[in-house]
């Protein structure tokens, strides 16, 4: 009983089903576990344990009345703290939205809950979403369950840490430049951006509209499948979402072994990578040759404009988005006597934490009259260049391969003061945000010290289905779902 | 103070109209109503209106054909596709801090461009043969945009040095605004005050916005007079003060000029109350709106020719269409048939008595001649009636019209008896066919009986016979005796053609 908290939800929802332990049992087990080691870890915000208790009972009851329960009946889900949950708090880690409670349910809420899904709490991430390692948080840093002084990757730091700790078996995180695979390769669990347009965005909190896209993250492919399949599809609260999206499945042994991808590999990208992560990643490549899919080296002419292009666009729009938040309609506890409203919403909005400011900063002086072109106009630009020569690799290719960081989990503090060197970090995953395609990070191995690092692969839009075949395959061969940090 | 506008030099005027579309059911971007007015401070508001965190905007389809059919209203181009921008900017009654408008400095994105109004000279009432001089120039429509409206902020007092506290009501935050963006074309105000009667009338006719409602339309002008630059004025509260605040402006630059100032581009306010334009009180400098394109609205395909083909086959009759099937299908006179076109209320009470009886001329006489002076009498005596409380008033209806053309172009009933009939039914709700048949007054158009009667008032009055040679009067003198004699039931006609017949046969025979 004690070790529950150890096993994926596939298995957990099977043994709730056959009796073998109550989703009261489960959920309590889960409450001590997050307890037991939260302290360390710091993956979360809010906690929603009286009520994850309460629908962990009527679950319980459906299941011995024999009515129908859902494909997570008593699975507990941590969210990232920018996806609104009707009647729990929504801080996005800023103090700017302290005391703000949801009166509403983003649609992936809706949707999980509907499979009986039970929210357990709110999770940590950067500000707003802007970070890559979850150390701009107005509730103090994530840690790395692998080692607590270490970062453990942002901006859904939280939502990678808490199910890498084994505090709860899935998570939802936002992924706007790799805020979801990039944690999710620093604590050695499998993060999915899905293609643009496949799940909503309504009750995400907008960094970047036209980059982020909400998706699963958890210990195992088995898992990953069902949690994308809840939370895609087309939403009428959000009219960027695509009719287009398909259902993912676990394949069969004999229809994985007959499918045979071409898979270009990004080689310039890999070899600029930290020496241990380079072999780690061409262990996977050996596999796939092993499996006899067709491998070859691929060059992209514009990366050295991705990032610029990819800062561009998400700092204007969130400097944008962002310009909501003046404290007059909800927030925080502000007195407004004695301001008048122009000094009252200045000193509201000296509330955001210095990346955020900077970030806001950034995205005015691009959108600013004069400079649109010289920016902005050129950004979406470089963009549209980007998107097509990948539109014309996948003509070519099934999958393309590269890792998911090109480092190390590092200590925390260690980078905090030079923007720059951790805004090009990004590289290797904002590629999928500029284009719109679908990524996975996928656990590739352990370096000699212990940290973890993920191989990232993408496929062509709507074809998350790819993702998954090449998912099974490498953890058919090495689960480090089973490889659990020493908390 | 009286101004000749007519010559003054390079008098330019540009309008801006913002127009509600009071029509649709709800919002432009979320499910709460559209019809805002008299409800309790933000309670007509939603997540989405509200600009809560993580929420999008759905675009309102319908919004879009409406815009769309203003558009070709005013002869505008529209695109094959369009987007929205946002412009940003800080504002207690704007939710987002950004309103979602449409922006065309960096691509095509309005729903209009490039339109032409022209002055029908018929719907002005110039005469219909007016020459060229007459003639009022177009307008050009620069642009139509679809766009959200901001919430209202309730001050405590107009003064805003001695408010303690001022609040917001959302509760028209979001509902959708088309703003018609026209070139300087305007070159006296009352063209102006005529093309904004005209743009309320096709607003009413299309069916997207009820003019009547408080605030649902409003109007900033830009003017500018030879060596000034452009001014703007805004606040302007109502349609008839546009006229007065373009008079007021043009005299301020004039005698700028005339005193050698330069007249600066500048935005000003029209005071309501003292009827002049002041200036902005900080100054209001060139904003920096940073316009970029809205990434949770993707641009939307409107379908072309299609699109527009299909719109135009939904659309409403527009003033000036309907205006010459009256003239050249229903024949009616050019001034008649303006006075029907210039209120839909009135022309579409015309079309429904067409329904009862379908003799256009007749039916448009008796609502021009007849209805429309009794509303004229009947607003007079108490202003606070108004045509329309008339018109839907117990007993006036479209079949009552129709009734009454019949009668008389039938010719069974006088004209001075069908008033009366008229009045009696205004007052009673009778039928007149059933009021006629029971006060007997069928006219008597039995030739017999009339010429029995002029015989024996011949005969009474025989010098009458002879005066009528140098007097023509006197036939009339023997008409007036007839109907007297029968309460005005002769056919006046029949009457007439056998007095003259009776008067030459005597002649003869004397």
Known sequence: MKDLFKLPANLVVSKIKNGEFSAEEYISVIIGRINETDSRINSFITTNFEDALEKSKKIDKKIQTGEKTGIFAGIPIGIKDNINVKGLKNTCASRMLSDYISPYNATVIDRLEDQDAIVIGKLNMDEFGMGTTSEFSAYGPVRNPWNTGYVAGGSSGGSAAAVSSLQIPISLGSDTGGSIRCPASFCSVIGLKPTYGTVSRNGLVSYSNSLEQIGPIARTIFDIVPLLNTISGEDINDNTTSPSTNFCRIKSDEELRTAKFKVGLLSDLIQSSDHQIISGIQDKIDLLEKHHHHLENIKLSMIDFAVAAYYIIATAEASSNLSRFDNIRYGYHLNPEGYEWTSYFSKSRSLFGDEVKLRILLGSYVLSAGYFGKYYAKAQLVRSLIRNEFKNLFQKFDIILLPTMPVLPFKLGEKISNPVEIYNLDLFTIIANLTGLPAISIPAGFSKEGFPFGVQLIANAFEEQKLVDIAVLFEKEADYGECFPEL | MKLDTKNIDQLKIGLEIHCQLTNLNTKLFCKCLCNYRNLPPNENTCPICLGLPGTLPLLNKRAVEFASMICLAFNCSIPEKISFYRKNYFYPDLPKNFQITQYNSYELSSIGYNGLYYFANDLLGGSSDSS???????????????????????????????????????????????????????????????????????????????????????????????????????????????????????????????????????????????????????????????????????????????????????????????????????????????????????????????????????????????????????????????????????????????????????????RSMAREIFDTCLKTGDDPFELVKRLDTKRISNTEQIADLIKKIVSDQPHLINQSKSNPNVTNFILGLIMKETQGKADPQVSMNLIREIISQSDKQS
């Open chain 2, 132 to 414: 060229n001089e007459n003639q009022k120039p177009s307008v050009r429509i620069t642009r139509i945009q679809l766009e959200e409206d901001p919430g209202k902020i309730v001050y405590e007092d107009d003064k805003s040095s001695i408010n303690n506290y001022s609040l917001i009501d959302y509760n028209r935050a979001g509902v959708a605004l088309v703003e018609i963006v026209t070139e300087p074309d305007f070159t006296s105000p009352s063209d102006v005050r005529l093309f904004l009667n005209e743009i309320i009338n096709i607003f009413e006719y299309l069916e997207v916005c009820d003019p009547a409602l408080e605030g649902s339309i409003r109007c900033d002008v830009n003017v500018s007079i030879s060596g000034g630059k452009k001014v703007e004025i805004k606040n302007i509260s109502s349609f008839k003060d546009v006229e007065k605040s373009i008079l007021y402006e043009i005299t301020r630059q004039k005698t700028l000029v005339m005193h050698d100032i330069d007249v600066q581009a500048e935005t000003r306010h029209w005071d309501e109350r003292r009827k002049i334009t002041i200036a902005a009180r900080s100054k209001e400098k060139e904003e920096e709106y940073k316009y970029f394109p809205e990434p949770d609205i993707p641009r939307i395909n409107l379908g072309g020719e299609n699109f527009v083909s299909g719109l135009r086959s939904q659309m409403h009759e527009l003033p000036a269409e309907r205006l010459a099937r009256y003239k050249d299908t229903f024949k009616i006179t050019p001034h008649t048939a303006r006075i029907l076109v210039n209120s839909k209320k009135i022309s579409d009470f015309f079309e429904q008595a067409l329904k009862f009886y379908s003799a256009p001329v007749e039916v448009s006489n008796w609502i021009v001649n007849e209805l429309l002076t009794k509303i004229n009498e009947l607003e007079k005596s108490d202003s606070s009636k108004t045509s329309f409380n008339i018109l839907s008033g117990s007993h006036m209806s479209p079949r009552l019209i129709a009734s009454m053309a019949k009668l008389v172009e039938e010719k069974t009933t006088s």
